[in-house]
T-cell receptor, first 117, second 113 residues
């Protein structure tokens, strides 16, 4: 049990639609990051928020956007869905400003399985 | 261009024996390495990590070895148990970055009773 929960667990959307995925981080964790895991691949970094500001972004287009709220919850929004967006979307939270450094390991939620048809 | 490579998609080991999972990287700016374990329908679970200033870190049955000159790390599980059967991901973080993790594609470990 990591204390990070994501909703929904599964979702089916049509190409061109918009989707919002939600994550509730561990209390006190100021950093949240989102990853996309395609089938047979490792998770790929989408972006990261620290204290409600985006402070890092991977190689994803602007139609992937996010928000982080003061209550340790966050959202991933994807506009104009494409078939290749079908993947497992993972949220990870961490105590410090930098996930992966020192003792600030990232704790992952169970993921949201998005299918675009 | 894959910066973190796990060249073995799968590994099968007998219960009680040692499991060795390997990971290679290309980016010399990586300064922190982590191993995650993932069961189906669950998110990755943190296992063990190592800083680039060390060459070994041990936690119970799990030991990670880092060879910086070879840009290689390995995870040893001794003794292996059937409950260790899962996909293992190697991940790295780059010095000076915001700490986002770069993952390999994973190795599926099967421990047979």
């Amino acid at each position: 049990e990591t204390g990070v929960t994501q909703s929904p667990t599964h979702l089916i959307k049509t190409r061109g639609q918009q989707v919002t995925l939600r994550c509730s981080s561990q209390s006190g964790h100021n950093t949240v990051s989102w990853y996309q895991q395609a089938l047979g691949q490792g998770p790929q970094f989408i972006f990261q928020y620290y204290r409600e500001e985006e402070n890092g972004r991977g190689n994803f287009p602007p139609r992937f956007s996010g928000l982080q709220f003061p209550n340790y919850s966050s959202e991933l929004n994807v506009n104009a869905l494409e078939l290749d967006d079908s993947a497992l979307y993972l949220c990870a939270s961490s105590l410090g400003a930098r996930i992966g450094g020192g003792n600030t390991e990232a704790f992952f939620g169970q993921g949201t399985r998005l299918t675009v048809v | 261009d894959q910066q973190v490579k796990q060249n073995s998609p799968s590994l099968s080991v007998q219960e009680g024996r040692i499991s060795i999972l390997n990971c290679d990287y290309t980016n010399s700016m990586f300064d922190y390495f982590l191993w995650y374990k993932k069961y189906p329908a669950e998110g990755p679970t943190f296992l063990i990590s190592i800083s680039s200033i060390k060459d070994k870190n041990e936690d119970g049955r799990f030991t990670v070895f880092l060879n910086k000159s070879a840009k290689h790390l390995s995870l040893h599980i001794v003794p292996s148990q059937p409950g260790d059967s899962a996909v293992y991901f190697c991940a790295a973080s780059e010095r000076g970055s915001q700490g986002n993790l770069i993952f390999g594609k994973g190795t599926k470990l099967s421990v047979k009773p």
